[in-house]
């Protein structure tokens, strides 16, 4: 069943937040925006040679997509052109492969309402303002959106130097598993929805600097099992890059489990880095890095992001009239 409801971020908050970015279209080898709202030429020719998208397979794509769609009586779903395209293109314009990613998006949302139909905003975006997970205002090398995890100890500029505080950044007992994993959902479901994300994808950061037993008791099978299976098999995302800093022997418990659930070409994907930070700068330029990771950017903090936030928690319970109906 279609819904026409379009997805897209609205332009109030891209325009106050980056007044500028449409001045990149000029070829320009600045780092561009998060919030970049075209495809320049060079993601238009990786949408071809990588996605296999065109102007005749697009039509195609959204048209056979919207059909099988209209077959499955139970599905309530948005039908904007924005929201399909990130499952086609995810699926490389196989109009069969998106709509069972399509699926999945929606039966994963049925199947743990007790995580999605839930009305707090409010503890979703306090949990966000915390410079412990966002995104970073511009994208790397390749356009792919960089996603911070910051997992470990809260981590305190001093005299030019980072260290760690003797309280944790993220606490279980105060942040409970289900509302990181509501501000992981706000985040990937506000950054799919624009068309270079959904080409270029995402390169992601966990840095585990300062990990200890309290953040690793949530990190049970069941736990990662969930996660893993909403981000690989249940969101229209191609994944780039995921780097590790600082990993240690508690993470290498973490690793055991978490690895034979992941794709093969994820685990291509995966670097470790332990302390070395010099190689996250052959992928993100270190003007636009913040310091912690080795960068020339000030220190990455959420404070700025405050209306995109609200835009990121509305979106996600907007989705709720959404999904299988019985």
Known sequence: MES????????KVIEKLNPAIHALRNGSD??????????????????RTQLKETDESRTKGLEELKQLIKKESKLVTPTDESFLLAFLRARKFNAKKAFKLLQNYWRFRKEHKNIYDHSDSTSVKQLILKPMMGALTYRDKSGCVVLLFKVGGKQIWRNNVWSLNIYCMWDPDVDVYEQVFRAVTAVLVHSIQFPATQVCGYRIIFDLRGLTWTQLKMCTPSNMLL????TQFCFPARYKGVHIISEN?????V?????????????????FHGTDLAPLSEYIDPSILPVEFGGQADPFENTKWSEVLDECT?????????????
């Open 314 to 326: 509305h979106q996600v319970l907007d989705q709720l009239m959404y999904g299988y109906k019985d």
């Open 4 to 11: 026409e409801v379009t997805m897209m971020p609205s332009t």
């Open 249 to 253: 022997k508690l993470f290498n418990l």
């Open 30 to 47: 600045e780092p561009l925006s998060y919030f970049i709202t075209y495809l320049t030429p060079a993601m238009i020719e990786e949408a």
């Open 255 to 271: 690793w055991a489990v978490a690895h034979p659930l992941l794709t093969s070409k994820l685990k291509k994907r995966i670097m």
């Open 227 to 230: 996660m893993i299976r909403s």
